[in-house]
């Protein structure tokens, strides 16, 4: 018999690759990636934690949550909530604003400032220039520069759109009161060898332009007790030649 009739069978045992192992498989590179980008974010965060001063954390967390800064000196109180940015009909109350009116005010302005509606985003910008504080004098908003976005035009007193913009909407809620209202002007000190150092009269015509504003807006000039400048006399920052010490101060009196 021929040889090849004893040999053993060959079996080919093809074998059928399962769903269930093919699943599983790639499940761990999913949940590394995820852990991945975690750890990218964590030391992000870490890093610019480290990389930037307080001041520039404090404008971030400002920036995602837009507030009207309010000063803790002289006892203010927070300027959260609000009101209708409409006034009402008739304007005049009972009796001049007390503190706790005058705070109700402060919250006023700051939902008008953040109302919803087309132009909210630019309304929440305008929040960036606004800082409000309760003194012995009464409520004080002050209107003043950011960095890249003045209120007035160069070193003149021509208001920019945002202060045209941010007096009107003001002006609509200091109409809710009665209290007289006063306008003081401050403005950076100029180089002292200059031979026309143009801070008095920088900081008056500035203080007039917000007056003439103000009163555009509907708010009764015969409510506006005095217009003041300042000069480059009292500056907000150490450095008297910030543009930041450029600003006007809006007066609520008690």
Excluded: C
Excluded at 24 to 30: D, N
Excluded at 132 to 139: A, V
Excluded at 214 to 233: H, N, P, S, W
């Amino acid at each position: 018999m021929p040889a090849d009739r004893t040999a053993s069978p060959i079996i080919i045992k093809r074998v059928q690759g399962g769903g269930e192992a093919g699943h599983h498989g790639g499940a761990w590179k999913v949940a590394y990636a995820d852990f991945v980008t975690a750890m990218m974010a964590f030391f992000l965060l870490m890093w610019l934690l480290n990389a930037t001063t307080e001041k520039q954390r404090q404008g971030l967390a400002e920036y995602f949550d837009p507030t009207i800064a309010h000063s803790r000196s002289g006892g203010a109180a927070g300027v959260d909530g609000g009101r209708s940015l409409d006034p009402p009909a008739d304007q005049s109350v009972s009796a001049p604003a007390g503190e706790a009116e005058m705070q109700e005010l402060a919250r006023a302005l700051q939902d008008a400032l953040t109302a919803r509606g087309g132009e909210s985003m630019q309304r929440v910008n305008l929040l960036r220039h606004v800082v409000t504080r309760m003194t012995d004098e009464g409520l004080v908003i002050e209107l003043g520069d950011v960095v890249n976005e003045p209120l007035f035009e160069g070193e003149t007193a021509e208001p920019t759109p945002a202060l045209r913009k941010l007096t009107a909407i003001l002006a609509s809620v200091l109409g809710r009161a009665r209290n007289q209202v006063a306008i003081t002007g401050h403005v950076r000190a100029f180089p002292r060898m200059m031979i026309d150092n143009p801070v008095w009269p920088l900081s008056d015509q500035r203080a007039h332009a917000v007056r003439e504003l103000l009163v555009q807006g509907r708010l009764d000039e015969g409510r506006i007790q005095r217009v003041t400048a300042f000069g480059d006399k009292k500056p907000r920052n150490a450095n008297a030649m910030d543009p930041a010490n450029n600003r006007i101060e809006v007066i609520l009196l008690r």
